[in-house]
């Protein structure tokens, strides 16, 4: 009886910390709001919105890397059309690429980038948004992995 309670007790923590959400920020480019989850980290990063069955019609991920980059992006275990807009240091949109759920195709910055954020897939176009565009809140933002530089 109470190795079954210790394995339910650890499958419930395991569960719980495979589900936890990055820090949240307020975003927003013109009069719309964006709810973003932080990835500025490695693991973060790493982890993205893998496995989510449904994104917010609001609700995206903001990935900050530690420096300027043409950095890339995919869809392994990724349930949920995105669309991906890379930002400079500045948070102006530099390119916005569709991506296509559970595909390992890279999907990369036109120009070096230091942010990427995923949206449900056609929020920016659906917006008007656009190259050039700037989305408020990101610029000052730093990863986490900077730090450690």
């Not at 990055?22 to 719309?32: I, Q």
């Not at 989510?52 to 019609?57: I, N, V």
């Not at 275990?77 to 559970?102: H, K, Q, Y």
């Amino acid at each position: 009886m109470k190795s079954r309670r210790l394995a339910g007790l650890i499958a419930l923590v395991v569960g719980g910390m495979a589900c936890a959400e990055s820090p949240r920020l307020e975003l927003s480019v013109g009069m719309h709001r964006i709810d973003a989850e932080f990835a500025g980290d490695l693991s973060s990063r790493a982890r993205g919105l893998m496995q989510r069955r449904q994104l917010a019609p609001q609700q995206g991920m903001l990935f900050a890397f530690p420096q300027d980059g043409r950095h890339c992006m995919w869809m392994r275990n990724t349930l949920i059309p995105l669309s991906v807009a890379f930002l400079d240091a500045e948070g102006r949109i530099i390119n916005v690429e569709r991506m296509a759920p559970r595909t390992e195709n890279s999907h990369c910055a036109m120009a070096p980038a230091r942010f990427a954020l995923e949206m449900n897939l056609g929020w920016f176009a659906s917006r008007g948004l656009k190259t050039g565009d700037r989305i408020r809140g990101v610029a000052g933002l730093r990863a986490a992995d900077a730090a450690y530089r």
